[in-house]
């Protein structure tokens, strides 16, 4: 007998009310709305108030997912949370969360660091315990509070990051819907690309270099720009000709929502027409590990999901890291 079906039963996510524009942006530091809008397709973004940590969004988002599942935290045996900002550097945010929610001590509960794209590894790890039929329920989250990341006077990042939340619930298939399959990759050759220099054991915090790399997130744009659009372009292909399936069977593509230019590009390379490809990323920004579960919760309540559809999660992020997952609904 092979391995159960497992499914996404139910999703959820949270934005902290606070909305950030381009324009009280370009109050701050030296942009404008049309350089931001033009290179990135972003118009605004959430940020979090003290109270809104990393595990706070998630719970939030959690609670969502679970009432979309029909199920409670009691009937969680595995919480992941994938995350590049929890609330402290230990515990981990999962434990955190499981506590906000009520999740039961036999639960495993940790957080997975693959940056933005920690939801695709997060769905992996899930899809692979619960498929081996030692776990029954799992709530995998992807939560970010970037805005504590934020070099705020640093105009080549600060304008591209927001905070928010995404929820999946996984579980034994009930109909239709079952995770396919996924694929993760990593580049370790890319570590400088994308990374938050100081506040591990590498420069640990207080700096004794003020002037020295700090706790907050450094970026080359334009290597990454390049690698972002082979390696989602990659992910996507080898996953679709696994299940030889063509860009065509895929009725909405959910990717990382960075950049518009990445997206299309991206978009442009499959031979999707741009609509078939769901972006939220103007009311939102760069959430990380929070912006594929963000945006296909929106997809779902905005109806662009429907039962037997195929959908295809893909992102790439710090490490490098890129992953994508084929769901069917
Ligand atoms: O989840 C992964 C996260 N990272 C990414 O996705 C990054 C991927 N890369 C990108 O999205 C783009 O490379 C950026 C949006 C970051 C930058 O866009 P770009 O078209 O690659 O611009 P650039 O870095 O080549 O900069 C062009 C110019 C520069 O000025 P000069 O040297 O040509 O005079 C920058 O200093 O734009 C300037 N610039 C800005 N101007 C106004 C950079 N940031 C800003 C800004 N406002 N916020």
């Known amino acids: 007998m092979g391995s159960p079906a497992i499914a996404i039963l139910g999703t959820g996510s949270y934005a902290p009310a606070k909305v950030l524009t381009n324009d009280d942006l370009s109050k701050q530091v030296d942009t404008s709305h049309e350089w931001i809008f033009t290179r990135t397709g972003i118009c605004e973004r959430h940020i979090a108030n003290d109270e ?92 970010e509070k970037l805005s504590s990341v934020v070099n705020w006077k640093d105009r080549t990042t600060c304008v591209l990051f927001g905070d928010g939340a995404g929820a999946a619930v996984l579980g034994p298939a009930r109909g239709t819907a079952e995770i396919l399959g996924t694929r993760l990759y990593a580049e370790g050759t890319h570590t400088n690309l994308l990374c938050i220099p100081g506040g591990g054991c590498l420069v640990p915090e207080p700096a004794a270099n003020p002037e020295g790399p700090q706790r907050a997130i450094a970026m080359k744009g334009r290597e990454i720009f390049k690698i972002a659009v082979r390696g989602m372009e990659q992910a996507t292909r080898e996953i679709l000709a696994g299940h030889n399936l063509t860009p065509d069977h895929i009725s909405c593509i959910i990717p990382h929502q960075a950049n518009l230019r990445i997206i299309h590009a991206l978009a442009l390379y499959l031979e999707v027409p741009n609509d078939r490809v769901f972006v939220n990323l103007e009311r939102y920004g760069n959430t990380s590990a929070a912006s594929i579960p963000l945006a296909l919760d929106e997809a779902r309540r905005s109806g662009r999901i429907k039962p037997g559809d195929l959908t295809l999660l893909v992102a790439f992020g710090a490490g490098l890291t890129y992953g994508s997952a084929l769901v069917r609904w």
């Open 52 to 143: 809104e940590t990393t595990s706070f969004m998630a719970a939030a988002a959690a609670r969502i997912a679970l009432a979309d599942a029909g199920l409670t935290a009691a009937d969680i045996d595995l919480l992941i949370v994938a995350t590049v900002t929890p609330d402290m550097q230990m515990p981990a945010a999962a434990c955190f969360v499981q506590n906000l929610l009520g999740v039961p001590a036999r639960a495993a509960c940790f957080d997975v660091n693959a940056a933005c794209s920690g939801f695709i590894y997060a769905l992996d790890t899930a899809w692979a315990m619960l498929a081996s039929g030692r776990y029954r329920h799992a709530l995998i989250i992807g939560s």
